[in-house]
């Protein structure tokens, strides 16, 4: 069966069908899946709920798996046993390791909160996640909507001159940023330093379209050579900018939905529900190979 496209909101997304998740796929429909990720940005595939081993398995068709946030929680002095056989298999859910509701007070809580915020998956590493996919299999009553913007029409909405502006910029990102804005601040140095921060250009021009787009979202705390207040008004404006709700697509659930998002330019966020209802997505993440040595600061500065 062909993969066919049906757009999901009028500026990007896309309900992609004729793909049976749980088949191997052949190059023909993994390049097919790459393309309309290049146009789309965000892919939802509708089917019933997969396997850990399934979901691993399609996931891997599209390059190496991220560990992400992961890192930090293997690191000495975490208390978060994994509930997955899987560690690249991030468990995006609001239960302890033993399948119970967690305690409103504990870290997994923090984490499930910090997803809440606006942000692109592993962009505070080098290299950085490519696609996420994000499995729903156990949902609340109401609430815990997962939202999408696009960070190319972001940048095409923009002036030119504002345009110019943000070209020679360098952001940091950070992993622990969003979780210390909470108030999370209880971590051990080796949890500190288990993923150190990596530096990104704002504006990059996407690989798989060619397209400008801001790269930005909750991990990025400062900006190279520019006063931290000034770096952080200029990233909350441009996240304003970028997720403004006219722009913003809501993905409203259904159990066995499996949603993909290009993190090189696009960012997302959950919405609240209520945490004491069990809420359960299993995310699998490839990461961006060329993105360890593309962007570096030099070639960033120089090509300003
Ligand atoms: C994620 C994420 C948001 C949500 O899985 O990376 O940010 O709605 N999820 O659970
Ligand atoms: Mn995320």
């Known amino acids: 069966m062909k993969l066919h496209f049906e757009p999901l909101h009028p500026d990007f997304g ?45 996931t891997r068709s ?16 975490s208390a978060q046993p994994h509930r997955f056989e899987y560690d690249e298999l991030a468990d995006i859910s609001n239960l302890d390791s033993s399948g119970q509701v967690a305690a409103r007070n504990s870290r997994k809580i923090v984490s499930n909160i910090a997803n809440q915020m606006w942000h692109a998956d592993s962009s505070f590493q080098r290299p950085r996640a490519k696609y996420s996919m994000l499995h729903a299999v156990t949902l609340p009553s109401s609430g815990g909507a997962t939202e999408f913007a696009d960070e190319r029409n972001a940048y095409d909405r923009l002036d030119k001159a504002t345009q110019a502006r943000l070209a020679p910029l360098v952001a940091e990102h950070f992993a622990l940023h969003s979780r210390l804005a909470l108030g999370d601040t209880d971590y051990t ?20 379209s060619g397209r400008k787009h801001l790269y930005i979202g909750a991990h990025t705390r400062a900006i ?12 909350w404006d441009l996240l304003e900018h970028t997720t403004h709700p006219d722009r913003v697509y809501s993905h ?8 993909i998002w290009d993190n090189r330019c696009m960012l997302h966020r959950g919405r609240a529900y209520d945490l004491g209802e069990r809420r359960e997505l299993r995310r699998s993440t490839t990461l961006d190979a060329e993105s360890e040595h593309r962007f570096l600061p030099e070639e960033a500065l120089q090509t300003a």
Do not use: Y
Not at 16 to 35: H, I, M, S
Not at 62 to 77: E, S, Y
Not at 252 to 259: H, N, S, T
């Open 14 to 58: 896309a309900v992609a069908t004729g793909l049976d998740l749980r088949q191997p796929l052949t190059p023909e429909q993994v390049r097919a899946v790459d393309d309309g990720m290049n146009t789309h940005g965000l892919l939802l595939c509708r089917g019933p709920v997969l396997s850990p081993d399934q979901q691993m398995a399609f």
């Open 62 to 77: 599209f390059g190496p798996l991220d560990l992400g946030f992961r890192r930090v929680k293997n690191a000495p002095g």
């Open 189 to 208: 140095e080796a949890q500190m330093a288990a993923i150190p921060p990596a530096r990104w250009p704002l504006v990059q021009t996407h690989s798989g």
């Open 224 to 235: 190279d050579g520019m006063v931290v207040a000034e770096a952080r008004m200029l990233l």
């Open 252 to 259: 409203a659930w259904q159990i066995g939905d499996l949603l």
